[in-house]
């Protein structure tokens, strides 16, 4: 069975501040992919990223950047310089590449960026 | 820039009435899913597809039905709605392949009085 756990259930801080959103996740597929989206308050989820399980590379895209980590099964999500407009709820995703390619979202962590 | 549609935007809405939560998608995509979301927290699969005529029960358990008749959408409905329907409702759909991300309507807040 697969899981995903994001043990941050609510995060503030101070517009400007750099702020590190946490996902865990487990699955016994070697092969797999991993997801970051956005809800904003306007509801609509929005796709961030997406990762396979064989490039650990990091990535960065303006002010936000992804580490990978397959030792530690973790992919975490930094935002540099938040902005008010980076107030939303992020979900962290994980897909297995096998039989019916299930998703499962972690249960999400609610940013708030306050001015 | 996904094309993926549901209406209605927000149903208020006597107990014991049916109800059709309609979603389309333009893209082509054979891979259809709902969700069922209170404002801010966990998803919860319902309902997912993975193309015409098929159909399948997600994991948390659902009065719901669904159908796919057509590619391209994928209406979600309450025979008789509770109180206890109320929530937001997401429809998504993604293109075959596990690393394919899913794309979201703006969902449909359904509230049973």
């Known amino acids: 069975a697969q899981k995903v756990t994001q043990a941050q259930t609510e995060i503030s801080v101070v517009e400007k501040e750099d702020v590190t959103l946490d996902c865990v996740y487990e699955?016994?597929?070697?092969?797999?992919?991993l997801f970051w989206y956005k809800q904003p308050p306007s509801g609509e989820l929005v796709f961030l990223i997406r990762?396979?399980?064989?490039?650990?590379q990091n990535e960065i895209s303006g002010r936000y950047s992804w580490n990978f980590q397959k030792s530690t099964s973790s992919f975490n999500f930094t935002i540099t310089a938040s902005q008010v407009v980076d107030s939303a709820v992020y979900f962290c995703?994980?897909?297995?590449?096998?039989?019916?390619?299930?998703?499962?979202f972690g249960t999400g962590t609610k940013l708030q960026v306050i001015p | 820039e996904a094309d993926i549609y549901q209406t209605p935007r927000y149903l208020v809405i006597g107990t014991g009435k049916k109800i059709t939560l309609e979603c389309s998608q333009t893209?082509?995509?054979?891979?259809m899913y709902w969700y069922q979301q209170d404002p801010g927290m966990e998803l919860h699969l319902i309902h997912y597809?993975?193309?015409?005529?098929?159909?399948e029960k997600g994991d948390l358990s659902s009065e719901s039905t669904v159908s796919r008749i057509r590619t391209e959408h994928f209406p979600l409905t309450l025979e008789s709605a509770r109180p206890s329907h109320t929530s937001q409702y997401l429809c998504?759909?993604?293109?075959?392949?596990?690393?394919?991300?899913?794309?979201f309507g703006d969902g449909t807040r359904l509230s049973i009085l």
């Open positions: 998504a759909s993604s293109e075959r392949g596990s690393n394919q991300p899913q794309h």
């Open positions: 699955t016994r597929d070697t092969t797999y992919y």
């Open positions: 990762r396979n399980s064989f490039d650990e």
């Open positions: 995703a994980l897909s297995e590449a096998r039989g019916y390619q299930k998703v499962t």
């Open positions: 893209m082509g995509h054979d891979k």
């Open positions: 597809s993975y193309g015409v005529n098929s159909t």
